[in-house]
């Protein structure tokens, strides 16, 4: 009898806190075995050796801007550096769907190849790009749809009450494919406005039965009030699980007996909570990262994303979810490796979560997607010597990357 054939065996890799080498056997788009030499005997249509290496279940990206992502180098075209606003608004105006399509295009296969499976894409929708950046992003995520999934999130950056034109292009967005839709209730004229748009958001995700991915809270600012009534209305709604409130960094600036009463809403409410470390450092205000820390004691399901990436907002970032572990590593105040293990399940378990699904693991049953690193554990690849990697996407190898460094000769080491 013929050997059985797999489609995938990834021999010799290292499962995390675990001693010893397994193999993974793929068969379509499952793991069908996870264990020290279950690949012995398998011939299989592609096999990666991965001499010790650590795999892992790919990870899940919740808060990006592909739309806007690679347009930094056009601000100098369009000015206005001391006015976010008003520069992403002369930045938007010039977009077109095949600009954003190759852009966006280009942000999802970097993220592929950085070991991203999953990722969550705000995409603007106002009266400025009305649906060209929507369907650029929709047309690229087609393009990439074997590399990763992408849940489109429909954004009304310039405002709901502000922006006349939103409401209805979201509807048409919602209508024609957007996964989420998202709000930033605090960008209106007024404290009746943002409450307003609040509940237009959750209108929206009522009338066509998706979830909430919103910007809530943004800046440092005490306030800004936003996050308790998002957990009552999400609490009322029986909402748990399917709202996302991102940024919430006004929560650093309550007072701490507020902070305690809405963080105890936001936990009975069952809203995730995804930080944007590079919020400490970007922008023309501090924006933090909110209370990650007392959010976690209280139950909240904690995570952190990308956010902005070569844009108006931000003008760095390469998608690797190691650094992104490392920024929020240390915008937790983390000092010990104990604390990878926390920032890793914040980009995997706790991502997976807050959009609706589940991370996965290395094990028969569970689907293939995955990482196979050349490093063989989770600290060395956080500190940034991940070295080579591999990416699995419905057993499929579809993406990764190299690493190689050089040095000149050396002389001798001395006696
Ligand atoms: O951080 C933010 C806030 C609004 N819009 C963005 O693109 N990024």
Not at 27 to 34: Q, R, V
Not at 38 to 43: H, M
Not at 134 to 139: C, D, I, L, S
Not at 242 to 251: C, D, E, F, Q
């Given at each position: 009898?013929?050997?059985?054939?797999?489609?995938?065996?990834?021999?010799?890799?290292?499962?995390?806190?675990?001693?010893?080498?397994?193999?993974?056997?793929?068969?379509?788009?499952?793991?069908?075995?996870?264990?020290?030499?279950?690949?012995?005997?398998?011939?299989?249509?592609?096999?990666i050796e991965a001499r010790g290496g650590l795999v892992t279940p790919s990870f899940v990206e919740p808060h990006t801007h592909p739309d806007k992502s690679f347009s930094r180098s056009r601000i100098g075209e369009v000015g206005f550096a001391d006015d976010l606003m008003r520069r992403q608004v002369a930045l938007k105006a010039g977009f077109t769907v095949a600009d954003v399509e190759e852009r966006a295009t280009r942000f999802f296969t970097l993220a592929a190849a950085q070991g991203i499976g999953l990722l969550r894409a705000q995409v603007d929708?106002?009266?400025?790009?009305?649906?060209?950046?929507?369907?650029?992003?929709?047309?690229?995520?087609?393009?990439?749809?074997?590399?990763?999934d992408v849940h489109v999130t429909a954004f009304p950056q310039e405002g709901l009450m502000k922006d006349a034109a939103a409401l209805d292009l979201l509807r048409v967005a919602l209508r024609d494919?957007?996964?989420?839709?998202s709000g930033w209730p605090n960008n209106e004229n007024s404290k009746e406005d943002e409450l307003a748009h609040l509940d237009l958001v959750f209108e929206l995700s009522q009338e066509f039965g998706v979830p909430i991915d919103a910007n809530i809270d943004y800046f440092t600012d005490p306030t800004e009030r936003m996050l308790e009534p998002m957990a009552e209305r999400?609490?009322?709604?029986?909402?748990?699980?399917?709202?996302?409130?991102?940024?919430?960094?006004?929560?650093?600036t309550y007072a701490d007996a507020d902070a305690a009463r809405v963080i105890a809403k936001v936990a009975e409410a069952g809203v995730s909570v995804t930080i944007c470390p590079t919020n400490l450092s970007s922008g023309t205000r501090y924006r933090g990262v909110s209370r990650p820390h007392e959010l976690r004691a209280a139950g909240v399901n904690v995570?952190?994303?990308?956010?902005?990436?070569?844009?108006?907002w931000e003008s760095f970032g390469n998608l690797d979810p190691a650094d992104l572990a490392r920024l929020a590593y240390h915008a937790l105040g983390l000092s010990h490796v104990e604390g990878v293990d926390l920032v890793w399940e914040m980009l995997t378990v706790n991502a997976a979560r807050a959009l609706g699904t589940a991370a996965g693991s290395v094990a028969a049953g569970q689907p293939a997607d995955l990482v196979v690193f050349e490093a063989a554990d989770r600290t060395t690849i956080v500190r940034g010597f991940?070295?080579?990697?591999?990416?699995?996407k419905r057993g499929r190898v579809v993406a990764g990357r190299t690493a190689s460094s050089w040095v000149a000769d050396l002389p001798a080491a001395s006696a």
């Open positions: 009898m013929s050997a059985p054939l797999a489609d995938l065996v990834i021999a010799g890799a290292r499962l995390h806190g675990h001693d010893g080498l397994v193999d993974v056997v793929v068969e379509g788009e499952t793991i069908a075995a996870a264990g020290p030499r279950a690949g012995d005997g398998r011939v299989a249509v592609r096999r929708i106002d009266s400025i790009t009305r649906l060209v950046s929507f369907e650029g992003v929709m047309r690229a995520r087609e393009r990439c749809r074997d590399l990763l494919g957007a996964d989420c839709v999400t609490l009322a709604l029986g909402m748990g699980g399917r709202v996302s409130a991102n940024h919430v960094g006004a929560l650093e995570t952190a994303g990308t956010g902005n990436f070569h844009d108006n991940g070295g080579a990697r591999t990416t699995v």
